[in-house]
């Protein structure tokens, strides 16, 4: 069932969330165009926060049995400290319990150094709140 | 807080073509493992017992055991009991002690962990079986 009245065409994002929890009785809600992924957000692309990329180092020291006066710079790959296609999962799948996300496979194979990886938890730790907020 | 993951149970897959592929799919089971562990630790009560990364450890363990297998036939067919097993493990099929026997102690009750004889000498193998070679 449709609403009443044709939205207007600019709708801002708030303005929008009042109207989907109207409507949160319908059964079915065809937005058409405002159901897509387009929200009006500012994405400001930066590197992520130290503390992440500390506690990523952290979980790879602790995978791949390093000592730990072992230096990890952002930029050292996987590979180069030892690990095989196998360990790379693994410290995935560590990071995905670590910070409670969940990483999809094609997101997963770019991941090759310590940076990449905070970059991308940063990423999806964000786009979280926002997806259980609506 | 992440989706939950459940474990889908589909039909035995046709054949991987290549290695490439045969890797793919050994990568998506030990995912699937992995994201199954709090499932695991619920179901058997090992909250005090284990830590998830000691679990996801022993996994990869294992998989590690027969990362010197090139055919993906054979490759194909490892997985498919080692999907067996995890259905059963999350099915509540197994009891807490199989779990923590196979899985949390590791060595020493189960007969096969380790490598397959890749380091021995023939010299030993022989002995250990008979003393007639």
Redesign the interface.
Same mark, same amino acid.
């Given at each position: 069932s449709k609403l009443p009245y044709n939205p207007p065409p600019r709708i801002y994002h708030a303005t929008l969330k009042r109207v989907l929890r109207k409507a949160s009785s319908f059964q079915s809600i065809s937005f058409g165009r405002f159901q897509s992924s387009k929200r009006i957000r500012l994405q400001i692309s930066c590197a992520a926060k130290p503390e992440t990329v500390q506690k990523v180092s952290d979980i790879v020291k &602790?995978?791949l049995a390093l000592s730990a006066d072992t230096a990890l710079t952002a930029e050292s790959k996987f590979s180069a400290l030892g690990a095989d =296609?196998? *360990?790379t +999962? &693994?410290i995935v799948? /560590?990071l &995905? &319990?670590k910070f409670? #996300? =969940?990483v999809e496979?094609t997101e997963a194979q770019n991941i090759t150094t310590i940076q990449e990886a905070a970059d991308l938890i940063e990423d999806l730790v964000q786009k979280?709140p926002t997806a259980q907020a609506s | 807080? /992440? /989706?939950p %993951?459940t474990l889908r149970k589909i039909g035995v897959p046709p054949n991987s073509a290549n290695l490439t592929e045969a @890797?793919r799919r +050994?990568? *998506?089971f030990?995912?699937a493992a992995? @994201?199954s #562990?709090p499932t695991i630790m619920d179901i058997y009560n090992l909250q005090d017992v284990v830590a998830? !990364?000691q679990l @996801? %450890?022993s996994i !990869?363990a294992q #998989? @590690?055991n027969n /990362?010197h297998v090139t055919d993906p036939k054979v490759i194909d067919l490892l997985l498919f009991k080692g999907m067996e097993e995890l259905t059963d493990i999350v099915d509540h099929a197994k009891q807490r002690h199989h779990i923590i026997g196979q899985y949390v102690v590791g060595e020493g009750l189960v007969q096969n962990t380790g490598s397959k004889d890749q380091g021995k000498s023939d010299f030993l193998k022989n002995f250990y079986t008979s003393n007639y070679f």
């Open positions: &602790e995978q =296609s196998l *360990d +999962v &693994e799948m /560590a &995905e &319990e409670d #996300i =969940s496979e979280k | 807080m /992440a /989706a %993951f @890797r +050994v990568f *998506d030990f995912r992995c @994201r #562990i998830p !990364s @996801r %450890f !990869s #998989i @590690r /990362a």
